[in-house]
């Protein structure tokens, strides 16, 4: 039932959360609430971004590292830069709790090149991890994302502030 009650699109942004309606009950801010982990048999589907395949949480640093080493070198030689191209990206996501979160994201490569706001301006980012999990995390609770991705390149909202490797 708690499953059901759950709107992973409005979770973080429709109000506190109430848990327990009786004596005692608990009042979260939901700004200040990172992740929540489902695990579950019943189904739950992914809500993802527009040509965005699967998001799936890695068990930690060690499986993105190793990812990363195998795939980096492979990327850099063979950027995707057609419509229709897998893309492909290892994200770390680190939180305003201090911990991290990783993970493996597929798709495919579409006209428009702003990874950043496909992927970062959705009111919930979810991923899925073996055996039946699912997380929802806070876009608003992301302190810093690092993103390796497979595309040639990526356009980026009018606004921020850029700086490059070189500078920091």
């Given at each position: ?29 939901p ?7 489902i ?5 739950v589907?992914?809500?993802l971004?527009?040509?965005v395949?699967?998001?799936?949480k ?47 994201v ?22 899925s ?19 390796y ?9 009018d606004?921020l502030?850029?700086?490059e490797t070189?500078?920091?």
């Open positions: 039932m708690l499953l059901t009650r759950l709107n992973p699109q409005r979770v973080f942004t429709s109000g506190p959360i109430v848990i327990g309606v009786l004596n005692p009950f608990s009042v979260l801010n700004d200040e609430v990172c992740w929540i982990e695990e579950t048999d019943l189904p589907t992914c809500i971004p527009e040509h395949q699967s998001v799936r890695l068990a930690g640093r060690e499986e993105y590292e190793a990812i990363l080493s195998q795939q980096w070198p492979l990327w850099m030689k063979f950027k995707k830069s057609k419509v229709g191209d897998l893309l492909e990206a290892l994200v770390e996501i680190s939180l305003r709790s201090g911990e991290s979160i990783f993970l493996h597929t798709g495919t490569v579409t006209n428009t090149n702003l990874l950043v706001d496909a992927f970062f301006h959705q009111p919930v980012i979810m991923a991890y073996a055996p039946n999990g699912t997380v929802y995390i806070n876009p608003k609770c992301i302190v810093r994302s690092r993103v991705h497979s595309r040639q390149e990526v356009d980026f909202p606004g502030w850029f700086a070189d500078d920091i």
